[in-house]
């Protein structure tokens, strides 16, 4: 049976996104992963396992000069991509193509990419996680696990294009494993729900080829102690489409 859909407003308004009911659907993460993606103008983008097109949507209504390229393995989600891009009217620099990561990236038939975006599945061990909804065990369940996500984004950025990524701050370690054959330059961004607490996501961003020292930059903090609403620097990423600073 065919997952319904329903259309959201992110971005204070400025991008429409149809999304599953029943499945995955776009969130923080993906704010955070389009608010980082600092590209210049001309600059091809890949927005790899794009899902409905959350990031790339929303980091397109910040780059208004760069050309955007999601690559989606579900049919139903890619499906939703396309949709996503005509209904924002973005189909002048925008598309999104069927693409597997357990496939390799010369199969899409395209010249390496500028940048690379990615929000890889959080888990690659089934015991590490009660077994999610079937609608959204793709989303959250790496079959091929996180290596391969790494590998694909390294064969997809030019030699001098950046990587980002946003992951799970336990799995750090991962992720620079997995990028150290080839990226350097590696700037990290923590992300904590609260100045006390510790960092639940980090968001990284290397160079294919780059020699800088790895930096560790101040965190994003999301919300203030004991409060729910957003701090400043978090509403204004999430309405007022500011970027995430690397500097």
């Not at 597997?100 to 890889?120: E, I, K, Q």
């Not at 965190?219 to 500011?242: C, F, M, Q, S, Y």
């Amino acid at each position: 049976m065919t997952d319904p859909s329903q259309s959201d407003a992110i971005l204070g308004g400025r991008v429409r996104l149809l999304q599953s009911a029943r499945g995955y659907r776009a969130g923080m993460d993906a704010a955070l992963l389009a608010a980082a993606c600092d590209v210049r103008p001309g600059d091809r983008v890949l927005d790899l396992g794009c899902g409905p097109g959350a990031v790339m949507l929303a980091a397109a209504v910040r780059r208004r000069e760069a050309r955007f390229t999601g690559v989606e393995a579900d049919p139903e989600a890619l499906a939703l991509a396309r949709a996503n891009i005509d209904l924002n009217g973005l189909s002048d620099r925008m598309e999104a193509l069927s693409g597997d990561v357990a496939l390799p990236f010369s199969r899409l038939g395209l010249p390496r990419f500028d940048a690379v975006l990615c929000n890889p599945p959080f888990f690659d061990d089934a015991k590490a996680l009660r077994g999610p909804a079937p609608e959204k065990s793709r989303a959250w369940m790496a079959a091929d696990g996180l290596a391969a996500w790494t590998g694909f984004l390294m064969k997809a950025v030019r030699d001098g294009g950046t990587i980002t990524i946003i992951h799970r701050a336990d799995r750090l370690a991962d992720l620079l494993a997995g990028l150290a054959p080839r990226c350097g330059s590696i700037r990290i961004r923590p992300v904590q729900p609260r100045a006390a607490a510790p960092a639940s996501r980090v968001i990284v961003r290397a160079v294919r080829g780059g020699r800088a020292p790895l930096a560790l930059l101040p965190p994003l903090v999301l919300h203030p102690n004991g409060e729910g609403k957003h701090t400043p620097e978090a509403e204004a990423i999430l309405r007022d489409a500011a970027p995430l600073e690397w500097d």
